[in-house]
Antibody
Framework: QLQLQESGPGLVKPSETLSLTCTVS??????????WAWIRQPPGKGLEWIGN???????YYNPSLKSRVTMSVDTSKNQFSLKLSSVTAADTAVYYC???????????WGQGALVTVSS | QTVVTQEPSLTVSPGGTVTLTCASS?????????PNWFQQKPGQAPRALIY???NKHSWTPARFSGSLLGGKAALTLSGVRPEDEADYYC?????????FGTGTKVTVL
């Protein structure tokens, strides 16, 4: 049973880069064929899939965010990360990290981290 | 830009049955979209209910079922209970990327 925990600044200034890290515990991070994903939800709005990264390094991003998103994995620390550049108030959201083994047949979610974009 | 559309809101009586649907702007939804369904209550993270159209997770109550219906993915709640009042989201797979549906607010009244 994997446990995931998001961490990072809760407040980011407009035009800066949002950076979040997800720490994975309770399993072998690099040996299993998991996809590591980020999903967000602006206050009072619906869920938005940001993108994912396969353990091999292959990434898929939401086309609407692709130009601003970078995901990476640090297997030595059992962590994966999200960077979202040039943020605006529209990027204010609860950000969830998720581990899933393909088509979400098995999935593990972090508790979510609220990131507010404001000066 | 792909849009996945759900009913904005539905109301159902306790003990009743309600069906939520999930439509893709690209055309008919098939099993190849691997539809997922999630339930979300206020202040909580989403909870997975259904994966790959109709498969239930170990914690999914029997009254929830997934299917394909008229070119859409569908989630049926049978014998609805007050605690089923929540927002429900579908998730579709598009060859590497995923798109969430717009969400349906289910009210039990």
């Amino acid at each position: 049973q994997l446990q995931l925990q998001e961490s990072g600044p809760g407040l980011v200034k407009p035009s800066e880069t949002l950076s979040l890290t997800c720490t994975v515990s309770g399993g072998s991070f690099s040996s299993r064929s998991y996809y590591w994903a980020w999903i967000r939800q602006p206050p009072g709005k619906g869920l938005e899939w940001i993108g994912n990264m396969y353990y091999s390094g292959t990434t898929y991003y939401n086309p609407s965010l692709k130009s601003r998103v970078t995901m990476s994995v640090d297997t030595s620390k059992n962590q994966f990360s999200l960077k979202l550049s040039s943020v605006t108030a529209a990027d204010t959201a609860v950000y969830y990290c998720v581990g899933e083994n393909g088509f979400f047949s098995e999935q593990f979610w972090g508790q979510g981290a609220l990131v507010t974009v404001s000066s | 830009q792909t849009v996945v559309t759900q009913e904005p809101s539905l109301t159902v009586s306790p003990g009743g049955t309600v069906t939520l649907t999930c439509a893709s702007s690209t055309g008919a939804v098939t099993s190849g979209y691997y539809p997922n369904w999630f339930q979300q209550k206020p202040g909580q993270a989403p909870r997975a209910l259904i994966y790959s159209t109709s498969n239930k997770h170990s914690w999914t109550p029997a009254r929830f079922s997934g299917s394909l219906l008229g070119g859409k993915a569908a989630l049926t709640l049978s014998g609805v209970r007050p605690e089923d009042e929540a927002d429900y989201y579908c998730l579709l797979y598009y060859g590497g990327a995923y798109v969430f549906g717009t969400g349906t607010k289910v009210t039990v009244l």
